[in-house]
């Protein structure tokens, strides 16, 4: 029985509602087993193998042996790539893939003034604690997210503009063997109407490729399904849409940060029948009032890729303050295995959900510390053990954390709604969707650490801390991060912005 008629026969039997948030299990307490720091973590990816993984660092990557999931260990850092270059080392790397034994680490995330490095690094990682460099293939625009799988890496291409001054938001495919480019394809040359609406709205902000079945997240454009089982031409399958063209056109910018729409991360289960898409958005203060919030995960059916179906949607944590300048608990990454969805929600937390019945997603297991976590993203590895990288905060560092395969709730869940956030500067978004922070009073009173953690593309500012195993169960039983108190600190929220900042200088 093929997926989509298993659960229209759910569906029958049991009837659709609106979905609350589960019960948790009360079992046994989901805590933290490790923590490796890494300066600079954004995104982790797990080896084939299950035993290795790869992190992004900002400026560079590094390899981390899973062996033992208690107690990760660094196996090689690389900084600085290509700093020989005229144009600048290699940098803003918040993505890194893995085709085999070959590895995708793509940058700038966001859009630089002036002369900058942009491209795909190709790195053999067969030997993780001796990584080797392949090659370089450059690019005329920034890389924040790609996908990698059968030898080729697909891009998001946005930045470049074609001869009649539209901003493309190209998918970008480059063959890593040759570090050649083979093959574009253009939401706009798909649907001409979107080449009327600004650039920003229609960002092509991640892709993910599994099986020659491609998916496309271009924000308030919606989803879209493409066929690369010949990467040089990719053609359309289906779309999961978000916003119309018509209702985009003469948008205000505030729309860019809020819902609905945003579509940002997109994943597929092993059989490619299932598609999660997680929005990223915030609440919007409008005729005086908040409108919107944070964003989750909804799941699709995609057996028949070109009429997916909507099954439902997985919640994002509440917060006392929803708003950009808040605490974010909007969805980030995800990924899923044998029925499991793995996620992460920046200061809301990670999370394990049961989807083996995806009309009814249950929560199995949370684990959150907004004072000093703001996770990536969260990955399964061996036993069903989650993984999960955290960007850090002002007053926790980045790096790598490992969790059980357990039920049950763990650290501080109520620090999300207790927690009130000081007056501090305002935020604005322009007509190309970048974010500008003005003065305030509050401004001048934070610590010169917390001034100092971000720059005007989220990235961070100084070293979080040494490479090393710190912390994990502790012999009492307690958890080594339950004394963290709340709080998080306005400038600090802006860290992990990302593809709104490089849309600054751009103009259709």
């Not at 093929?2 to 026969?9: M, N, V, Y």
């Not at 040089?232 to 018509?246: E, I």
């Amino acid at each position: 029985m093929r997926r989509r008629d298993a659960i229209r026969a759910g569906l029958a039997a049991v009837g659709v509602g609106a979905l609350g948030r589960p019960a948790v299990g009360e079992t046994t307490a989901f805590r933290p087993r490790s923590r490796l720091k890494i300066a600079g973590a954004k995104e982790a990816v797990v080896g084939p193998d299950g035993e290795t993984a790869a992190v992004a660092t900002t400026d560079g990557y590094a390899t981390v042996d899973l062996t033992d999931p208690t107690a990760p260990r660094l196996l090689a850092e690389r900084r600085g790539l290509l700093a020989d270059r005229e144009t600048g080392a290699l940098d803003q790397i918040y993505d890194v893939k893995r085709d085999g034994d070959t590895l995708a680490v793509v940058g700038p995330a966001n859009f630089v003034a002036g002369e900058s490095t942009n491209g795909v690094l190709f790195v053999d990682v067969s030997e993780p604690a001796d990584p080797t460099h392949l090659g370089f293939h450059p690019t005329t625009f920034p890389i924040h997210n790609c996908a990698f799988a059968d030898g080729h890496a697909f891009l998001t291409g946005n930045g470049s503009a074609a001869a009649d001054g539209v901003q493309r938001n190209e998918l970008v495919v480059v063959a890593a063997d040759e570090q050649r480019e083979v093959g574009r394809w253009s939401l706009t040359r798909h649907d001409d109407r979107w080449g009327a609406v600004q650039s920003s709205f229609r960002v092509l902000h991640d892709v993910w490729v599994r099986d020659g079945l491609a998916v496309l997240a271009h924000w308030d454009a919606g989803t879209y399904l493409l066929d690369v089982s010949d990467p040089a031409s990719p053609t359309h399958l289906g779309t999961v849409p978000a916003l119309s063209p018509t209702a985009l056109v003469d948008a205000g910018s505030s729309e860019y940060t809020a819902s609905p729409g945003n579509h940002h991360y997109v994943r597929t289960d092993a059989e490619n029948d299932l598609l999660g898409i997680g929005g990223e958005s915030w609440a919007v203060s409008r005729d005086g009032a908040l409108q919107g919030g944070p964003s989750g995960i909804e799941l699709y059916d995609i057996s028949e890729p070109t009429a997916p179906e909507r099954l439902s949607e997985i919640e994002p944590p509440e917060t006392a303050d929803p708003t950009f300048r808040g605490t974010w608990t909007t969805a980030h990454n995800f990924s899923f295995r044998e029925g499991t969805l793995y996620s992460a929600w920046y200061q809301g937390g990670v999370k394990r959900h049961d989807i083996s019945d995806p009309t009814a997603p249950r929560e199995l297991s949370w684990w959150v510390a907004p004072a000093t976590t703001r996770f990536w993203t969260a990955a399964p590895v061996a036993g069903g053990s989650l993984l999960a990288s955290s960007m850090g905060t002002a007053d926790g560092a980045a790096g790598l954390w490992t969790f059980p395969a357990v039920e049950g709730t763990g650290g501080n869940p109520a620090a999300l709604t207790a927690q009130t956030t000081a007056p501090g500067p305002t935020t604005t978004v322009d007509d190309e969707g970048a974010t500008t922070a003005g003065s305030g009073a509050a401004d001048e009173s934070r610590t010169a650490s917390e001034r100092g953690t971000t720059d005007e593309n989220g990235r961070r500012n100084g070293a979080t801390g040494d490479s090393e195993t710190t912390g994990g169960e502790r012999r009492d039983g307690g958890d080594e991060t339950e004394t963290e108190t709340p709080g998080f600190g306005a400038v600090a929220a802006l860290c992990g912005v990302g593809v709104a900042a490089w849309l600054r200088r751009r103009r259709r």
